[in-house]
């Protein structure tokens, strides 16, 4: 989804290679190569995203993760109170500073 273009951009890309092959190979093997072609394209594009998706994840996860707010801790400004987590347990106010 967000190579969605880059991945159009490679679907046109292999039915012109595609196109080429039939020109180049006779018809049985220019076919197969075509539709090898086809079916691998798309798998390790897949693939590549995907693991670029995982290590860049698990890359932001400590620094700028989803988990921010559990492995953060915050300093109550209204009692001082150290706390982890949206608000303050003892006074229940939101109003707080990241205490690293
Ligand atoms: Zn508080």
Redesign the pocket.
């Known amino acids: 989804m967000i190579n969605y273009k880059m991945y159009l951009g490679f679907l046109f890309a292999s039915l012109a290679v595609s196109i080429g092959l039939q020109m180049v190979l006779p018809f049985p093997w220019g076919l197969g190569a075509a539709l090898a072609i086809f079916i691998a394209f798309p798998l390790v594009l897949r693939r590549r995203m995907m693991s670029r998706m995982r290590g860049s994840g698990s890359f932001g996860g400590g620094l700028f993760g989803m988990n921010q707010e559990t492995t953060v801790k915050y300093s109550?400004l209204?009692?001082n109170?150290r706390f982890k987590g949206r608000e303050?347990p003892?006074?229940g106010?939101s109003s707080k500073r990241a205490d690293f």
């Open positions: 109550c209204v009692c109170n303050c003892r006074c106010s």
